[in-house]
């Protein structure tokens, strides 16, 4: 399990390693260009139902922490799909990877 830890915040949002690499490039492709956006994910099965929305804007810390040493082969349709969420008024969607459901 990966963790983002947002801001001063000392308790992380924890996401599957795989999914954190993947939202790493969409979130690290976004601030570099200077752009704030939204993320959103549902809450692990083992915390309350719900889901929870941070902002993202590049001037707030970020740490991305991961399980795994080896980075994962990254998918650019899954990519692609975070980017294109990530552009919309809702922000970032944190999507199931089969976004072209042949997986």
Known sequence: MGL????????????????LAHLKVVIATKLRRHESFTLTWQHPANDPNG??????????????????????????????ALANSASTSGGICLLPEDVGGDR
């Open 4 to 19: 983002l830890y947002y801001g001063g915040n000392t308790v992380p949002i924890e996401i599957e390693d795989r999914a």
């Open 51 to 80: 889901r929870s929305t941070i902002w993202l804007h590049p001037s707030i810390p970020l740490r991305f922490e991961f399980c795994e040493p080896e980075s994962p082969q990254l998918s650019a349709e899954w990519i692609a």
